[in-house]
């Protein structure tokens, strides 16, 4: 028998990050999240399972689109149709969220309660599910302390939206050691809410299967649900089975040594084939960062598009519609020594010491930024606070800017006239 | 940092050259085109900075070196070398790495750009940065930040910057173009459309609740309508149904008219009519066959058959008609018989006589048909065997002739005549084959021949030797020819004596003396020998080829000798074998030719010898079986006397008779008994006739007496008539007798047709009878009457049932009765009323429901179009990508905004602290460099920005921009060279490179910048590269040699310091 166990579906969560640019495959990135979801359903019923368990965040609280709830549940249906089980709570973003309210879901889908720890037998297939799902969006509480005892005879799951004992990037909701989860006696924890896939035990099982379709560039990697496999009353099998349509990935090229532009490009046209390959003709929304102390720094501070405006027409042909350069940085060091070169006393020197003077001067830096305010206040919201918001927003970002402008002046003024 | 040794060990067209540039001042560096200025300028780059991987300096080394030696302002030393490659390219002078950041510490945070701009200087760039500062606009700022750098424009780049940043974005809301506002209004566009496309959970919630009530509504008026259409179906009905019940009532009425009339079947009067018609009929013809039958039986009363004729068999009858007819032709044929008998007798007693026998029984005389013909192939056969006795004796003789000639023949021997020498018995003896004969022809032949080749070989061979003789022998009178052998020959002995001389060890005696002398001559003659050998060497060579060719013939002739012999002996006992092969014959033996005639002709001979033998002994055959075959042909003859005496004897002829008279007397005695034979027949003949009528006669007797007794006396008298008046009278009797038997037939039948009727007659009574008793009459008269009474029963009867069927079917109810009952109290016309009304309700119901049903559906698609589309989701990802770009596009613009601020107010940081000192020293330099033309630089700081101005000789203010283009470099070099005096005094300078800057400038300006230059040159190292000689002369005259070294560079040369002495000045 197999029990499919999936998370997180953020269900028309879009992907964010994936600039557009022309060329760019957008049609590829619709829908990803309901075409990972459809994988989900796929993967159920190839495999004939007969138990899909949904460990929260089913939708996205941000979202208000009552369509999402009626795909989720046309969805269901399909595998209630070919008789499959399916156990969902509610994490919290689906707490927060409008959409499951007033729902009717298909009859053989049986969601946990949020008021209090229930257990779900199935006797056919001599499985007892386990679980409570969030009542409001912060759960503080251990909600793993308070779950029934497990059945005896029967393969007990426990079905728990938490950040165990906290992962980076996620809210501490439900937090519990994973020694109260070992404790238990159950034979497998099916967890929601932490995004990367991680499997914290094998005795018992106690896996995270991460979110279904990757968001952004800071869920990197395949990304889909855990196919288990029962027999004879126990676990004999946990598969890591990836459903992502869209697949994002980091590159890191390293352009030290490189002389030129040209050679920076080359390396990283292989750099991008290489990355192809691992896709498995998904769509690969890749970040490029090229860094490394570099000949090569000056002409590629010099005029970024361009080499941006290269990067891409490479990454076309190499990848056509397979391949989105979500974001390109160039984080290549100058050479030179900077500090030297703040010492000097001429017009160069001028320029780095009035840099490192504004650094330091809260007032440079207001006026700075005041300097920026008239783009600043006309930018939606999302991109002045939240994980999508400028770097300069904050103390440290605005260095980095600082240290950009560093570099594109440093490489304007030095090309002089043959720029 | 001072550059004080420059090595270009490996590097464009240098090998292993060096630069001495440790001397303080002025270094001028001085080299024709090509001779490798701008390479040693390329390598002091290379040596900084890396050499670049695609580099022009390459083509005559592969692995590019330099080497340099430079010292801090600290006075630190160092030593380096750089190779070409990608890493680890900064080396000691030893060899192992360096890392960068030992010589970047030199380089005071210049990067190669910088050191390009900063410190290096050709005409092209002198005169752009003059033309710079007037297309600037002359701001002093731009001019002073410009002139530090020495790269370009900072007034372009501020320019650029703000361009960049401007292109990217505008605070303007209506800025349409700008790539930041065109992304923000198209993900408010996203964002707008995400808001539309989505579904509210309650708008969702309030259509499910609305199709929920309209889905009750429904159900409400569904039910009601149902019901009043029950209602409406009963009002109908009862409409229906008041008509079939009326006319129930009516049928039951007049059912009850006819009482209890009992029912007959329907076909009861059909049934009655034709019984009684039948009734009818058959009396009628009983009556008629009664009165047949009467007529019938009195014909048959009135006929009389005779009862004896009547027995007579009619086969008996056919069998006396048949005996009539022969009778009657006996009498006739019986006489003609009676005279044939008669003529038979007479002609054998005739023939009898003929023979002379007269007395003996005719029977007697008949001869067996064998013995005739016995008598006729023995006289056959006796002439056969006379012929074959004459051909045997013929044959005898022939035979014997034959081999009398024979013998004869045997007796001669023609080949003894043509040969006498031959013996007798030779063909009795052993004669060898003709192939032998031949064989042996061919071997004498074959030795015939080899003697013949063998001669004509030896004289060619003596003619050979003869020749080279003769040959030789003429040469030889030319002189002595000399040999390789002689050559040998002679060397060997001197060779011989030196070896003895050698181990004598007296090389200083007399003996030794004369030795030498020995030798001397034996060289002299050895090398005689060989001159000769060479000078004659045509002569020489002939004279070999000649000798070898003499012995060489010499040679073959003795080896023909020998086949000569082997030949001979060959022949000898060829002659013994031949002479030995006729000894046997004993011939004697002759050549092969003649040999071989005679043997042929003995061969021949010998052959025709034995051919005559075999023909005798056939002839002598022949003849012993000829006297065989006349011996058995008179055997044979005597037999047959025997046979013929025995034969002839039969016919009463003796052993004499000739076959012809035995023939004669057979013939005329079978022609006796054929006679005989016939007169025996005819007797029988005539017997059998008479005694077939005696028969006849007796059977017609026979007959009358029992079956017509009339006649019998008719038929002993007249039997024929008689026999004719039986067969009629019989043929009466069998008429009479055919007719009874029809009249009894026809009497069988009248009587069968009568039964037959009187049964129909009673059927049709029976059924009268049947039909009275069903209708309960019993008069026959009575029947119409019932009939028609219960016709109307059934009538009635049938019509109730049908509209109860009806009623049945409209109303599905059991219970007539109860319906009628029902219905009795209705008008028609008041059901219908009530019909109308209920129908009029009915619409309003319909209306109701179409209405509700309305509401149902539109609740239904408005909840169907709550599906799970992704519109919304869809404009969000495309807001996402908006947004992202927007992101990007503001992070650049954030940079180019800042860089474009801080740069700004750093021109104008810069212009504030550096303007006093710059520009003081650039107004002691400029003066000078324009020979006194301009006196001061000033600032107008009426202008905004201020802008810097030339004072002219006269005190006039003139723009930058109106100055001379010489008057503008000259400025721009005096702003340049005042920087970097500063740079120098406050930081570590690297070595000024100057590139031919004075190309533009004339003799007197020349003059005056070099020797300014010579005044710089002791702060900051100065190397200037120039390929114009004036420019070293012209600095000799204005340097001081102190401070000044000329080095020249020259193509395929090592670069060469040029000596105090040679400058001259």
């Known amino acids: ?419 | 940092m001072r550059l004080v040794e420059l090595g270009l060990t490996r590097f464009g067209g240098f090998t292993d050259a060096r630069l001495d540039l440790s001397a303080p001042g002025l270094h001028v560096i001085h080299g024709r085109n090509e001779a490798g200025k701008s390479t040693a300028l390329r390598a002091i780059r290379a040596l900084f900075y890396g050499i670049p991987h695609i580099t022009s300096d390459a083509y005559l080394h592969d692995e590019l070196l330099l080497f340099a030696r430079v010292v801090g302002a600290d006075g630190s030393e160092l030593a380096f070398q750089r190779r070409k490659g990608r890493k680890n390219t900064l080396l000691a002078p030893d060899g192992s790495p360096l890392e960068e950041r030992v010589l970047s510490r030199l380089l005071g945070g210049v990067n190669q750009a910088l050191f390009e701009t900063t410190f290096g200087l050709d005409h092209e760039r002198l005169r752009r940065g003059g033309a710079e500062i007037a297309a600037g606009g002359s701001d002093v700022g731009h001019t002073l930040f410009d002139a530090g750098i020495g790269a370009g424009s900072v007034k372009r780049l501020l320019d650029e910057l703000r361009r960049e940043a401007d292109e990217l974005y505008s605070p303007r809301t209506q800025a349409r173009t700008k790539l930041i506002n065109a992304a923000l209004r198209e993900h408010k566009e996203r964002v707008e459309l995400v808001r539309t496309a989505s579904t509210r959970p309650q708008a969702w919630a309030d259509q499910k609740k609305e199709l929920v009530a309209a889905q009750a509504a429904l159900g409400d008026v569904e039910a009601r309508r149902s019901e009043h259409k029950r209602r409406l179906a009963a009002a109908e009905e009862l409409v229906k149904v008041l008509p079939l019940v009326a006319r129930r009532d009516a049928a039951r009425a007049k059912l009850e008219l006819v009482g209890g009339a009992p029912p007959l079947p329907q076909d009861a009067a059909e049934r009655r009519i034709g019984a009684e018609r039948d009734l009818a009929a058959t009396e009628r013809d009983l009556e008629r066959t009664a009165l047949e039958l009467a007529g019938v039986e009195r014909e048959l009363a009135e006929l009389r058959v005779p009862e004896a004729l009547a027995l007579l068999d009619d086969r008996r009858l056919d069998a006396l008609r048949e005996r009539l007819g022969k009778y009657r032709d006996a009498r006739v044929d019986s006489a003609k018989r009676q005279a044939e008998l008669a003529a038979a007798k007479a002609s054998l007693a005739r023939g009898l006589a003929a023979l002379g026998r007269d007395d003996t029984e005719p029977r007697a005389l008949v001869v067996h048909r064998a013995d005739l013909a016995r008598v006729g192939s023995l006289a056959v056969e006796r002439a056969g065997l006379e012929a074959a006795r004459a051909q045997a004796e013929a044959r005898l003789g022939e035979a014997r002739a034959a081999l009398a000639a024979l013998e004869a023949e045997v007796g001669l021997e023609p080949w003894r005549a043509a040969d006498p020498g031959v013996p007798a018995d030779a063909l009795d003896r052993a004669l060898p084959s003709l192939e032998r004969v031949d064989a042996f022809a061919r071997r004498f032949a074959n030795g015939d021949q080899a003697r013949e080749k063998l001669e004509a070989t030896r004289s060619a061979l003596e003619r050979e030797r003869a020749t080279a003789e003769t040959e030789l022998a003429e040469i030889a009178l030319a002189g002595e020819v000399p040999t390789e052998a002689e050559l040998l020959r002679v060397r060997q002995e001197r060779d011989a004596r030196l070896l003895e001389l050698r181990s004598s060890r007296a090389s200083e005696s007399r003996v030794a003396l004369e030795q030498l002398a020995g030798i001397e001559e034996l060289v002299r003659r050895a090398d005689e020998v060989s001159d000769r050998l060479r000078r004659e060497a045509t002569r020489v060579a002939r004279f070999a080829a000649l000798e070898a060719r003499r012995r060489s013939a010499a040679a073959a002739l003795e080896g023909s000798s020998a086949s000569e012999a082997v030949l001979a002996s060959e022949a000898a006992a060829l002659a013994a074998d031949w002479t030995q092969l006729w000894r046997e014959v004993a011939l004697e033996p002759l050549a092969p030719a003649e040999m071989r005639a005679r043997l042929e002709r003995l061969l021949r001979a010998r052959e025709k010898r034995a051919e005559l033998h075999t023909a005798a002994a056939r002839a002598r055959t022949l003849v012993a079986s000829a006297d065989a075959a006349l011996a058995e042909a008179g055997r044979r003859l005597v037999a047959w006397g025997e046979r013929w005496a025995e034969a002839v004897r039969a016919m009463g002829l003796g052993p004499g008779a000739t076959p012809a008279e035995a023939t004669e007397v057979g013939a005329a005695l079978a022609e006796l008994a054929t006679t005989a034979t016939v007169a025996e027949e005819l007797r029988h003949r005539i017997r059998g006739m008479e005694q077939a009528s005696t028969a006849f006669e007796a059977e017609v007797a026979e007959i009358a007496r029992r079956h017509l007794p009339e006649l019998v006396e008719a038929a002993a008298r007249e039997v024929e008539w008689a026999a004719s008046e039986i067969f009629r009278r019989h043929r009466a009797c069998r008429e009479l007798e055919r007719q009874v038997s029809e009249l009894e037939a026809r009497r069988a039948r009248a009587i069968a047709r009568s039964d037959e009727l009187g049964a129909r007659r009673e059927s049709a009574l029976a059924e009268l009878a049947l039909l009275m008793q069903v209708a309960g009459v019993t008069d026959r008269a009575q029947l119409p009457d019932a009939e028609a009474r219960a016709a109307t029963r059934a009538q009635a009867e049938t019509e109730i049932a049908a509209l109860e069927r009806d009623l049945a079917a409209l109303t599905g109810s059991a219970d007539l009765d109860a319906l009628g009952a029902r219905a009795r109290g209705v008008a028609l016309a008041e059901a219908r009323a009530r019909v109308a009304e209920l129908d009029e309700e009915l619409a309003q119901l319909d209306a109701e429901h179409a209405a509700a049903r309305d509401r149902c559906g539109a609740a239904e698609r408005g909840l169907a179009r709550y599906d799970d589309s992704e519109t919304a989701a869809d404009a969000q990802v495309e807001a996402e990508t908006w947004l992202a770009k927007v992101r990007a596009a503001a992070e650049r613009w954030a940079r180019l905004q800042l860089g474009w601020r801080i740069l700004r107010d750093e021109v104008e940081r810069y212009r504030a602290s550096h303007q006093a000192p710059l520009l003081a020293r650039a107004n002691e330099l400029f003066p000078r460099l324009t020979l006194g033309e301009h006196s001061a630089l000033v600032v107008d700081h009426d202008a905004d920005p201020p802008v810097l101005c030339a004072v002219a000789r006269g005190g006039a203010r003139v723009a930058v921009e109106q100055l001379s283009d010489g008057a503008r470099d000259q400025l721009y070099l005096a702003l340049r060279l005042a920087s970097l005096e500063h740079y120098a005094r406050a930081s570590e300078a690297l070595p000024v490179c100057l590139d031919d800057v004075l190309v533009h400038f004339d003799e007197p300006r020349t003059r005056a910048t070099l020797a300014l230059l010579g005044e710089v040159a002791s702060q900051l190292q100065v190397l200037l590269f120039t390929h114009h000689e004036h420019v070293v002369t012209e600095a000799v005259k204005v340097v001081p040699a102190s401070a000044l070294s000329v080095h020249e560079l020259r193509r395929g040369e090592p670069p060469r310091r040029r000596e105090r002495s040679e400058l001259g000045g």
């Open chain 1, 1 to 419: 028998m197999k029990i499919v166990h999936a998370a997180d579906l953020h269900l028309d969560s879009a992907l964010s990050g994936l600039e557009r640019y022309e060329g760019a495959p957008v049609h590829r990135i619709r829908g990803a999240t309901r075409r990972a979801f459809e994988n989900l359903v796929a993967l159920a019923l190839d495999e004939e399972a007969a138990l899909v368990l949904l460990a929260g965040d089913i939708y996205d609280d941000e979202w208000k689109d009552y369509s999402t709830a009626l795909f989720f549940r046309r969805q269901l249906g399909r595998l209630v149709e070919a008789g499959v089980k399916v156990v969902w709570l509610r994490g919290n973003h689906d707490a927060a969220s409008r959409l499951g309210q007033h729902l009717d879901l298909p009859v053989g889908v049986v969601e946990l309660s949020h008021k209090r720890p229930v257990s779900v037998a199935f006797d056919e297939l001599g499985v007892v599910v386990h679980g409570q799902g969030y009542a409001t969006r912060a759960v503080t509480e251990n909600l793993a302390l308070s779950y029934p005892e497990p059945v005896p005879g029967a393969v007990n799951v426990g079905l728990l939206h938490t950040s165990v004992d906290g992962r980076e990037g996620h809210a501490p909701y439900a937090p519990c050691a994973l020694a109260d989860l070992i404790d238990k006696g159950y034979d497998y924890w099916a967890l929601g809410h932490v995004h990367t896939r991680e499997v914290l035990c094998e005795r018992p099982w106690v896996v995270f299967p991460g979110n279904l379709q990757g968001r952004h560039v800071r869920e990197p990697g395949a990304k889909g649900a855990t196919l288990i496999e029962v027999a004879d009353g126990r676990v004999v099998g946990v598969e890591a089975r990836a459903l992502d349509v869209v697949r994002f990935g980091v590159e890191r090229v390293d352009a030290t040594d490189a002389a030129s532009a040209d050679e920076v490009l080359a390396r990283t046209r292989d750099a991008l084939s290489a990355a192809l390959a691992d896709a498995d003709g998904r769509l690969l929304a890749l970040r490029v960062i090229v860094e490394g102390a570099s000949g090569a720094h000056g002409e590629l501070c010099r005029d970024p598009e361009r080499f941006v405006a290269e990067l891409r027409a490479i990454a076309s042909e190499v990848g056509g519609e397979e391949l989105w350069l979500e974001k390109i940085r160039l984080a290549t060091r100058e050479a030179a020594d900077l500090a030297a070169m703040a010492a000097r006393d001429d017009a160069i020197g001028q320029v780095f010491r009035g840099l490192a003077a504004l650094r330091g001067s809260a007032g440079g830096r207001s006026e700075l930024a005041r300097e920026l305010a008239q783009l600043t206040h006309r930018l939606p919201a999302s991109l002045r606070s939240g994980p999508l918001a400028l770097d300069w927003n904050d103390p440290t970002g605005f260095d980095a800017l600082l240290d950009d402008v560093e570099q594109l002046l440093l490489s304007r003024l030095s090309a002089g006239d043959d720029a």
